[in-house]
């Protein structure tokens, strides 16, 4: 987590929408949850089903704080899909699973509050 990730904080610089719009962000569901063995930070490994099109992906994330792995299985998140895979220890995360701090720093999930089907862009 980043400094400017915290409330309080003011906006980044402006952006337009064409560039927003290539931040590819979808919702998935998790199918399988584990701890992330050999990682510096605790963090959590998950592989989640984006649908047709995306398919599935690996992510790790340090939600470990609010989050076990059996609480995650079935849940739906948000993912960026479109950034390239990203080495984190032994394991090769495929998307970003989104989340925001809380008041403590403590990363919560980022997911929408009716379920939708796998592979759902944001509009």
């Given at each position: 987590m980043h400094k400017t990730d915290l409330p309080g904080n003011p906006p980044e610089a402006e952006t337009d929408f064409d560039t927003f719009r290539r931040v590819d962000i979808r919702v998935g569901t998790i199918l399988e949850a584990a701890p992330?063995?050999?990682?510096?930070?605790?963090?959590?490994?998950?592989?989640?089903?984006?649908?047709e099109g995306v398919g599935t992906k690996k992510s790790s994330a340090q939600i470990t704080d609010?989050?076990?792995?059996?609480?995650?299985?079935?849940?739906?998140?948000?993912?960026?899909v479109n950034f390239?895979?990203?080495?984190?220890?032994?394991?090769?995360?495929?998307?970003?699973?989104?989340?925001?701090?809380?008041?403590?720093g403590a990363i919560v999930l980022f997911s929408?509050?009716?379920p939708v089907p796998n592979g759902a862009r944001l509009a």
């Open positions: 992330l063995e050999g990682a510096r930070k605790p963090a959590i490994r998950l592989l989640i089903d984006f649908g609010h989050y076990s792995p059996d609480q995650l299985v079935g849940r739906q998140v948000a993912a960026v390239p895979p990203r080495q984190i220890g032994k394991f090769m995360s495929e998307v970003l699973t989104l989340g925001f701090p809380d008041t403590d929408p509050d009716t």
